[in-house]
């Protein structure tokens, strides 16, 4: 089983509907999570980072952590056509900061 | 632009050869991590570098080696290359070897094609 799960896409979704992107973790311990924006050829971009159970906004975008069932969400409201990109889902494992990757959901949003 | 430096942008090496890959890190920060990123995947963590000495390190092999300076830049290098390290290579600095990673900025990357 893999540390960090996400269905790879694409995920289509029109501009201005919500997207909404999964992940599910194996380590119980994991107290950090993160999601990552990455465009084509780019290097990764720090989008959202949450601790807590429950849901944390920024803007258009949404963290949603459910420690008991190893879930982590991240919801793109007003959806653009500038969000079309892979969206990283990940989390810090250990005490050096060595931050564990899922493979990425590649988002379209269609115009 | 997140402060954080990498050289060269491209690379190209024949398999058997070595390679060696540079990193600035953004002003104030000492710690200095790199990571992996194959076609379709996630990043992958190789090591992390704290005051000049290795810190952690993932599931690589030994011919990874790094590198840390006084001034907290770094260098990756990579030994008997094989078809399987063309890669992206990304380099994290942050002002912490401690705490959650949400302070861990990227460079833009070295893209290594081995043929």
């Known amino acids: 089983q893999k540390e960090v799960e996400q269905n790879s896409g694409p995920l289509s979704v029109p501009e201005g509907a919500i997207a909404s992107l999964n992940c599910t973790y194996s380590?119980?311990?994991?107290?950090?999570f993160f999601w990552y924006r990455q465009y084509s050829g780019k290097s990764p971009e720090l989008i959202m980072f949450i601790y807590s159970n429950g849901d944390k906004e920024d803007g258009r975008f949404t963290a949603q952590l459910n420690k008991a069932s190893q879930y982590v969400s991240l919801l793109i409201r007003d959806s653009q056509p500038s969000d079309s990109a892979t969206y990283l889902c990940a989390l810090d494992s250990g005490g050096y900061q060595k931050v564990t990757f899922g493979t990425g959901t590649k988002l379209q949003v269609i115009p | 632009e997140t402060g954080v430096t990498q050289s060269p942008t491209h690379l190209i090496k024949t398999r058997g050869q070595q390679v060696t890959l540079r990193c600035s890190s953004q002003?104030?920060?000492?710690?200095v991590s790199w990571y992996q990123q194959a076609l379709g995947q996630g990043p992958q963590f190789i090591f992390q570098?704290?005051?000049?000495?290795?810190?952690g390190r993932g599931n690589f092999p030994p011919r990874f080696s790094g590198l840390q300076f006084p001034n907290y830049s770094s260098e990756l290098n990579v030994n008997a290359l094989e078809l399987d390290d063309s890669a992206l290579y990304l380099c994290?600095?942050?002002?912490?070897?401690?705490?959650?990673?949400?302070?861990?900025?990227f460079g833009p990357g070295t893209r290594l094609t081995v043929l």
């Open positions: 570098y704290y005051r000049e000495e290795e810190n």
């Open positions: 380590d119980r311990g994991s107290q950090s």
């Open positions: 994290a600095s942050s002002p912490t070897r401690q705490g959650p990673a949400d302070t861990q900025y």
């Open positions: 002003s104030g920060h000492n710690t």
